[in-house]
Nanobody
Framework: QVQLVESGGGLVQAGGSLRLSCGASGSIFSINAMAWYRQAPGKQRELVAAITSGGSTNYADSVKGRFTISRDNAKNTVYLQMNSLKPEDTAVYYC???????????????WGQGTQVTVSS
């Protein structure tokens, strides 16, 4: 089994910054892409940012220029630096890891439990 644990959420005023972290542990052979998603009340979960094992990134248009995704492959950890936060960034943020699992060497996507980010106006 693989576990993802997120941290770093909280309450911040508009224009402020937060840094989210997500560490993966367990029966991991390697991790391909890692990503951050978010889900606001009454809305569908959406991709915020993703990063490959080689460091290539892509972002949702709504966060380009404000958010930066990075990862530490040695620690199986992905980060999301969020600057210039807006009230519309308020959501539960989830990390996802496309993982090759030991023993089976099959690829499976795992999710963290989510961390709440609230941006006040």
């Amino acid at each position: 089994q693989v576990q993802l644990v997120e941290s770093g959420g909280g309450l911040v005023q508009a224009g402020g910054s937060l840094r989210l972290s997500c560490g993966a542990s367990g029966s991991i052979f390697s991790i391909n892409a890692m990503a951050w998603y978010r889900q606001a009340p009454g809305k569908q979960r959406e991709l915020v940012a993703a990063i490959t094992s080689g460091g290539s990134t892509n972002y949702a248009d709504s966060v380009k220029g404000r958010f930066t995704i990075s990862r530490d492959n040695a620690k199986n950890t992905v980060y999301l630096q969020m600057n210039s936060l807006k009230p519309e960034d308020t959501a539960v943020y989830y990390c996802n890891a496309d993982t090759i699992v030991l023993a089976s060497y099959r690829t499976k996507g795992y999710w963290g439990q989510g961390t709440q980010v609230t941006v006040s106006s």
